[in-house]
């Protein structure tokens, strides 16, 4: 079992910044290639990252490509993700989650296997 716990979300201007961090428990979070997702009201969810073990490779929408940089510290069970560039579409619970499965292209919430409670991100225009 993963227990995944975000934060780091707010309210922030269009061009501004803003860190997720996602806090894992358990013994075994180097094992697990780890992913954000974002869900927008009225939308569905939507990917935006996703991490390997050790953080070598990762991989991203096409919409954050170049703002948004993934990144972990498995020696503190953490994840993260560094929003740039903050656009107002870009408002939108963002999620963390947590997979089992070792194929980089994770772009389906259905791959994953353990979900946190949601983290809130508004940007103004």
């Known amino acids: 079992q993963v227990q995944l716990v975000e934060s780091g979300g707010g309210l922030v201007q269009a061009g501004g910044s803003l860190r997720l961090s996602c806090a894992a428990s358990?013994?075994?979070?180097?094992?697990?290639?780890m992913g954000w997702f974002r869900q927008a009201p009225g939308k569905e969810r939507a990917f935006v990252a996703v991490?390997?073990?050790?953080?070598?490779?990762?991989y991203y929408a096409d919409s954050v490509k170049g703002r948004f940089t993934i990144s972990r510290d498995d020696a503190k069970n953490t994840v993260y993700l560094q929003m740039n560039s903050l656009k107002p579409e870009d408002t939108a619970v963002y999620y963390c989650?947590?997979?089992?499965?070792?194929?980089?292209?994770?772009?389906?919430?259905?791959?994953?296997?353990?979900w946190g409670q949601g983290t809130q991100v508004t940007v103004s225009s």
């Open positions: 991490i390997n073990w050790r953080g070598g490779s990762t």
């Open positions: 989650a947590a997979t089992s499965r070792s194929a980089l292209v994770l772009t389906h919430g259905a791959q994953y296997d353990y």
């Open positions: 358990g013994r075994t979070f180097s094992s697990y290639y």
